[in-house]
């Protein structure tokens, strides 16, 4: 049950706000999780309403929940539409007010205007929300400890169907919902509803900001994620902001992203200026791009004959180098491949790991002047041994 995941001093804090006429509803991903996993996620996001509510302004209950918090001590911040953060025991919680979110003609994530109604059903304040499993709610009571579901668009059906299905239209005038639409899809292994795909071209990302770009992009696997970006903005032919254009001439799979840096790496062997173009809009440090470039360039420059041999390189096995917490040891070792050999037998080293080392200490010795550091040499060696990169 929910609440046993919950701390008693926990459920004090929302039972005294609940004797004071509030009234609780979690939404969002958490519920979405717990109805997956049955396990409760650190981040709560709740939806608050007052039994006074339709009699008292709503800016006085609101004022009771801050000046309860601060009698409790609890540091808590306000956001705009009437949300308040903050952590307890260990839990990220967020009060938002019942709101309607009407959209505007422009483009962006924050193109609407609000109307903020505590009174709100929850079928009305359910509907800004982005997918149906999304607007799933346990309306909880604390003082007793019960609760109840609210699914008001069948989310929970979609969830056991493995669908996303968007709730309304406003869906397509926002550009992170396409981006968090590849997160789900990959997070989740869940198929796109096919309305979703008849009008994914009514997706126009030219105003899309880099910084929810990335932070999608991260929550999943870069490759994953970049692949389907390209898929999907190719085949509806979705409109691009103007340094991300270049992106829908990618034909092939890019595989063995594992960081922003592979990937700009990868780029780098497609079209520079393209890598470049991307950079700009992510603001990906110069000076870092600049490191991966001279990389680049040297391998491509690598005869057979050098001591740096890529077709040696690729055929090197990873085993128990694969774990990046051993980086520290492996770094360690890899500047000790003269004592290693002498050592072999009482660090238990198989023959192919101490050639993986002895590699490992060429390539560092050989790319030392770029600057990179240790971590980013062993991640840039695994990824030209695992890509089968070819000069």
Same mark, same amino acid.
């Given at each position: ?17 609940? &004797? %004071? ?11 979405? @999780? ?10 709560? @996001? ?64 924050? $193109?609407? @205007? ?13 509907? %800004? ?36 299905? $968007?709730?309304? $239209? ?33 997706? @126009? ?8 770009? %990335? ?7 870069? *490759? ?34 594992? *960081? ?54 690729? $055929? ?6 694969? &774990? ?43 790319? &030392? ?23």
């Amino acid at each position: 049950m929910i609440f046993h995941e919950l701390p008693k001093e926990f459920i004090n804090v929302f039972s005294n706000l609940e &004797n %004071r006429g509030f009234q609780f509803t979690l939404v969002g991903g958490a519920v979405r @999780d717990y109805l997956l996993n049955k396990k409760l996620e650190k981040d709560l @996001d709740f939806e608050i309403r007052h039994n006074l509510s339709a009699q008292v302004e709503w800016n006085f209950h609101f004022l009771q929940i801050k000046n309860f918090l601060t009698e409790q001590n609890i540091a808590f911040e306000e956001l705009p539409y009437k949300i308040i953060r903050f952590e307890l025991y260990n839990f990220s919680i967020e009060l938002t007010t019942p709101r309607i979110e009407m959209f505007k003609e422009q483009l962006g994530h924050h $193109n609407f @205007d609000a109307l903020i109604d505590s009174n709100l059903s929850y079928a009305e304040s359910f509907k %800004r929300r982005d997918f149906s499993i999304n607007a799933i709610g346990f309306e909880l009571t604390f003082t007793d400890l019960s609760y109840k579901l609210i699914d008001p668009y069948l989310g929970e059906i979609d969830l056991k169907n493995k669908i996303l299905r $968007n709730i309304t $239209n406003d869906f397509y005038k926002d550009p992170v919902r396409f981006l968090r639409l590849i997160r789900f899809k990959h997070l989740l292994n869940f198929s796109i509803d096919n309305e979703i795909l008849k009008n994914m071209g009514q997706f @126009d990302l030219t105003e899309m900001t880099a910084h929810y770009f %990335r932070i999608e992009m991260e929550k999943i696997s870069v *490759s994953q994620f970049m692949n389907s970006f390209i898929f999907y903005t190719k085949k509806y032919d979705i409109k691009l902001p103007l340094l991300l254009q270049k992106l829908k001439s990618i034909n092939a799979e890019l595989a063995h992203l594992e *960081s922003i840096e592979t990937l700009f790496f990868e780029l780098l062997k497609i079209d520079s200026k393209m890598a470049s173009d991307l950079a700009t809009y992510l603001s990906f440090p110069k000076k870092e791009l600049k490191i991966l470039i001279e990389i680049n360039q040297k391998l491509n420059s690598r005869s057979s004959d050098q001591v740096f041999n890529l077709d040696k390189l690729k $055929n090197l096995s990873f085993d128990s180098f694969k &774990n990046e917490q051993n980086v520290e040891l492996i770094k360690y070792l890899a500047t000790k491949t003269r004592e290693l050999s002498k050592l072999k037998k009482c660090l238990d080293l198989s023959d192919h790991q101490l050639k993986f080392l002895n590699e490992l200490n060429d390539f560092k010795c050989d790319l &030392n002047e770029v600057g990179l550091n240790d971590r980013s040499y062993f991640k840039i060696f695994r990824f030209v041994k695992e890509s089968n990169y070819e000069s």
